[in-house]
């Protein structure tokens, strides 16, 4: 299962061609002096030809060893500007890199939550490292190395050819099989290599969700299930890499043997064009020089074609990742400008019409929802498990779109918000606090980072973080992994001064207190009511109390709204919420 798109072959060949001329000075100069060495690298067999046929004339020692000299010049001059040439090559691939990188980071960044949770994170994960790391390979390392080889063999090849036409003919022999294995090989590869890195995200998810459920495989003695569940997706694996073998297996041994036919071809014509006259015995040995040369860039050429296809199929995995639709990104990925809701009037009217959602595949789980939040409203929204409190909640924050219907701030439908200003406007708040490792200021500053220190600070104490004051650095206080950890319900308060900063006008409540211990849980309602103040707040309240505080109360059965009103109008009416409030106060 793969959430996440690949970008097709169109999309891979325009952004390679933008890496490139992004950096065009560097991609030119890299190839003049690719060809400069080249062009050194090509001197030296003919110069040994020339050798031969001095000897073969009976030329005396002065002029072999000033064809030596001169052959060993070339070879220093060709080292100096292979040398040159691989540095830039090099310098542009790192900075080509960094580009790709921080383009993946600001694309991966801006995946709405929706399309993340449905891809799994071990698939984003593995393109953010095996897939990026691959294409970084390939421009950093094999790029240089293709264009290398591709000028040293069109020179060779045209060497061959100006020694006699008739030799460099007969050169040619051994391309034809080689091409259409290549090509054969290819046209099989795109996909065999796809498959196989889609087999790696498998077994890395199993493995990443296996780790972080540690406690829970352990608990419920799931150990065998998941070994069984990784030793199929290794299996699957598995047969994807001996489907890519086979392919390589066919291909190489076929390469191999036309390297060897050209030489020997050469060296029979050339045998039979000597006798007659038509070339040197040094122009024979030089061709064959030169298709013994040739040997080893064109086996970095095809080698490096397997790599380069690698490295396009990670890159179109790579690219996939901008190019997601994820059902709250539909104006983004259209290019459309996103409308901005008016932001001056303080909270807005959250209008939910008629929505109806259904999670991929799963049946309705909201049948037609209606209902407004009025600016600066505390409603509450009780039900029994599985009602769909949850999903609602997540529709009024634009995490999710409903399938039919709208939900409205002020007019503009919530998943048409440009999602910064969404984030801003609207706070979805869980009960997973997630603790950066970083300092105290990093983790507020997610928030707002313009904050000054006196803003954290007060926010801090907005929302009673007491603990703060015990912190040895203060605001740089290192925290997370291996430096100061945060309990519960300090982790949830410093979310909760962040969410001070961010400054949203309509807060989403979900289950914030529900599954924490009483103390934390009074700890926790002590700093949200700091927090509530001023905003609409929509709270899934899994305590009647929160009920009994809010303005008015929705009960939701079954993915339907059934009562709304106060406490008080629903205790009279007497129905379902009654019924629950009697129950819960025994
Ligand atoms: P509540 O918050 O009232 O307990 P939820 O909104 O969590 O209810 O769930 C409503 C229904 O939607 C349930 O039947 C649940 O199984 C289903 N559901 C919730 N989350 C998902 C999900 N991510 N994928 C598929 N189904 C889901």
Not at 416 to 421: I, K, Q, R
Not at 428 to 444: A, C, Y
Not at 504 to 514: R, S
Request: glycine residues 10%.
């Amino acid at each position: 299962m793969s959430g996440l798109p690949v970008a097709d072959r169109r999309v891979v060949r325009r952004s390679v061609l933008r890496l490139v001329t992004e950096d065009g000075r560097a991609v030119a100069l890299v190839l003049v002096l690719h060809s400069a060495a080249a062009v050194a690298g090509l001197a030296p067999p003919w110069l040994l030809g020339r050798i031969v046929d001095e000897v073969t004339a009976g030329g005396g020692t002065a002029a072999v060893d000033r064809l030596a000299l001169a052959i060993a010049g070339c070879v220093l001059l060709h080292g100096l500007l292979a040398r040159y040439a691989q540095y830039t090559g090099h310098r542009f691939g790192e900075r080509a890199v960094a580009r790709l990188r921080e383009a993946f980071v600001a694309r991966a960044l801006d995946l709405p939550i929706s399309v993340i949770e449905r891809a799994g994170t071990g698939e984003l994960a593995t393109r953010s490292s095996v897939d990026v790391t691959t294409v970084g390979t390939t421009v950093r390392d094999v790029t240089p190395v293709m264009v290398i080889a591709g000028t040293q063999l069109s020179l060779l090849f045209g060497a061959i050819f100006l020694l006699h036409p008739l030799l460099g003919l007969v050169a040619l022999v051994g391309l034809p099989s080689i091409v259409g294995v290549t090509r054969w090989y290819l046209r099989r590869a795109r996909s065999a290599y796809l498959a196989e890195g889609a087999a790696t995200a498998e077994l890395t998810e199993a493995l990443t969700t296996t780790a972080e459920g540690a406690r829970t495989v352990e608990a419920l003695r799931l150990g065998a299930d998941r070994v069984a569940d990784g030793t199929r997706r290794i299996g699957r694996l598995w047969a994807t890499r001996r489907a890519t073998l086979a392919l390589r297996s066919v291909f190489f041994p076929v390469v191999e043997a036309s390297y060897a036919l050209p030489i020997a071809m050469v060296l029979l014509f050339g045998g039979l064009l000597l006798e007659h006259g038509m070339v040197t015995l040094g122009e024979v040995v030089a061709a064959a020089l030169y298709l013994q040369q040739a040997i080893e860039p064109l086996d970095r050429l095809l080698q490096f074609m397997e790599q380069a296809q690698r490295g396009l199929a990670s890159f179109a995995r790579v690219l996939g990742v901008g190019q997601s639709t994820g059902t709250a990104a539909t104006p983004a990925a259209a290019g459309a400008p996103r409308p901005r809701a008016p932001t001056s009037a303080g909270p807005g009217r959250l209008v939910v019409g008629g929505a109806r959602f259904s999670y991929p595949g799963g049946p309705e789980v909201l049948h037609g929802i209606d209902l407004v939040v009025l600016p600066g409203e505390r409603l509450a929204v009780v039900g029994p498990s599985g009602a769909g409190k949850s999903t609602l909640a997540r529709l009024l924050a634009g995490i999710d779109e409903p399938r039919e219907g709208v939900v409205r701030l002020d007019g503009v439908a919530v998943t048409d918000l440009d999602p910064a200003e969404r984030c801003r406007r609207i706070a979805l708040v869980t009960q997973e606090h997630h603790v950066f490792i970083g300092t105290v200021r990093d983790n507020l500053a997610f928030a707002a980072p313009d904050a000054t220190d006196e803003q954290m600070r007060a926010a801090l104490l907005a929302v009673h973080a007491d603990w703060y004051a015990d912190l040895p650095a203060g605001l740089d206080t290192q925290l997370g992994d291996g430096a100061r950890e945060l309990g519960a319900a300090d982790a949830q308060q410093l979310a909760l001064a962040r969410l001070v900063l961010a400054d949203p006008d309509t807060l989403i409540l979900d289950e914030a207190t529900a599954a924490l211990d009483p103390t934390t849980a009074r700890r926790t309602e002590r700093a949200l009511a700091a927090v509530v103040v001023g905003r609409t707040v929509v709270a899934i309240a899994h305590r009647l109390n929160t009920a009994h505080d809010a303005d008015r109360v929705a009960v939701l059965e079954d993915g339907r709204i059934t009562e709304l009103g106060s406490h008080d109008e629903l205790l009279r009416a007497g129905g379902a919420y009654a019924a629950l409030w009697r129950s819960w106060h025994g």
